[in-house]
């Protein structure tokens, strides 16, 4: 596994419950800022294997990026279940609920 991936897992890890971040957002804390389609691939990769809370990690614009629906009814009930509120576009107010960490533990 390459550092980025490595950073990524870690930053992903410790997003809290009932915060998000971005996929752009961890890529450039990983060291790659032009990277969100890679975090993309973690997660659909190595979510699992590495048990990353992949439902905190959301698209720029606040949104949640699956278009299948059974995937977006998950991700929207397991951050509702973290107290995330959803708008009916499936917007979440990042001003509100984006993770900006103080320091990344590597």
Same mark, same amino acid.
Do not use: C
């Given at each position: $596994?390459?550092?980025?991936?490595?950073?990524?897992?870690?930053?992903?890890?410790?997003? %809290?419950?009932?915060?998000?971040?971005?996929?752009? &957002?961890?890529?450039?804390?990983?060291?790659? %800022?032009?990277?969100? =389609? &890679?975090?993309?691939? *973690? @997660?659909?990769?190595?979510? =699992?294997?590495?048990? *990353? %809370?992949?439902?905190?990690? +959301?698209?720029?614009?606040?949104? +949640?990026?699956?278009?299948?629906?059974?995937? @977006?009814?998950?991700?929207? =009930?397991?951050?509702? $279940?973290?107290?995330?509120? +959803?708008?009916?576009?499936?917007? *979440?107010?990042?001003?509100?609920? =984006?993770?900006?960490?103080?320091? @990344?533990?590597?």
């Amino acid at each position: $596994m390459n550092l980025f991936t490595e950073r990524a897992i870690m930053i992903m890890k410790q997003i %809290p419950a009932g915060k998000v971040m971005s996929y752009g &957002q961890v890529a450039a804390l990983a060291g790659s %800022p032009r990277g969100a =389609r &890679q975090i993309v691939r *973690i @997660l659909h990769s190595m979510s =699992r294997k590495y048990d *990353i %809370p992949w439902h905190r990690v +959301i698209n720029a614009k606040g949104e +949640i990026g699956f278009k299948d629906e059974g995937q @977006l009814f998950e991700q929207k =009930r397991r951050l509702e $279940m973290e107290k995330v509120v +959803i708008d009916e576009n499936n917007r *979440i107010d990042l001003k509100k609920y =984006r993770y900006l960490p103080d320091g @990344l533990f590597f």
